[in-house]
Structures are given as C-alpha cells and as structure tokens.
C-alpha cells in the first residue's frame, strides 16, 4: 500500500508516501494498512471536491452550476494496482439536465461544453481549477491522515 492516487477533474495527485512511509505501512497487517489508506484517500478527495462544488455555483451559477454542484461525486477505481487506492473525481452519469438534443438529433453532453468550451463559447474550468488550486492541501492532508492512522494504530497494538 505504498502508492496513492487521487484524481479530480482530469487531473492528478500522486501521493508517493517516501520510503518511512512505506514501511511503516508494511509493517501492518495488509487489512489495517488497506484500512488506513483507504480512509486517508477518502477524506483528502474531499477538498478538491468541496472546491468544484463551490465553484460550479460561483463559476458556472444559475440553473446549471446548481445541477453541476448537486451532482459531482467521488468514486474508487474500478481496476487498480494490487497494494494502491485511487479515487476520483466526476460528475454523475445519466441526469437528464446534463444531456441536450438538437432539432436534427445531435447530442451535447452541457458540462463538458461549459468545461472546455466550444465555437462560441470560452471555456469556463470550474474541475480542473479546482484540482490544481487544491492539490499540494489535499496531498499534505493525505498524508497527515495516513501517518495519523498508523500512529493510531500503532497504539493499539501496544
């Protein structure tokens, strides 16, 4: 359980825990480091994904940014690395406010286009400026947990 990694809006956070780090995981039985890493990459995803939350109703607002913020969720990586955790960041599936279909039956995916922009309109990043405005807080709080976690532990065992 020595590498953890947090992805929010596109972009990524590795948290490499050194080599203290890792061994102080190792020295744990595998469930309670998996335990402990687990819980330290679920708290810290949610800084970035209070900040997109904020953003989308400060950035995007009305009718959409509300959509947006009611809609963003953390979800673990289906396949991963044996003895890693990740967890990212993304936007509900299937919520029929998101999709608009044109006369001519095209279909536009809206928080993609108010991501990125499109012909007309300027991009408005509310994911990505979240993730980069939050990552060196969110690996630091990563961190902090995962040391506190095995401290805790460590307590116990004693």
Avoid: C, W
Avoid at 6 to 14: E, H, K, V, W
Avoid at 41 to 70: C, D, F, H, Y
Avoid at 123 to 138: E, G, H, V
Wanted: hydrophobic share 40%.
């Amino acid at each position: 359980m020595s590498f953890v990694s947090l992805q929010s809006g596109g972009t990524g956070a590795a948290l490499k825990g050194g080599a203290r780090l890792e061994r102080m995981l190792k020295g744990l039985e595998k469930k309670d480091a998996r335990k402990i890493v687990r819980s330290a990459v679920t708290q810290g995803i949610k800084i970035p994904m209070r900040a997109m939350k904020s953003n989308a109703v400060s950035m995007v607002g009305g009718e959409m940014g509300a959509l947006i913020n009611s809609n963003i969720q953390s979800r673990a990586f289906k396949r991963q690395r044996p003895g890693s955790f990740a967890r990212f960041l993304s936007l509900k599936p299937n919520v029929p406010g998101f999709i608009h279909r044109t006369k001519d039956g095209q279909e536009y995916y809206i928080p993609a286009q108010v991501e990125f922009g499109h012909d007309d309109v300027a991009p408005i990043p509310f994911m990505r400026a979240a993730a980069d405005s939050t990552r060196a807080k969110t690996i630091k709080r990563t961190s902090d947990l995962i040391i506190r976690g095995i401290l805790k532990h460590a307590k116990k065992a004693m």
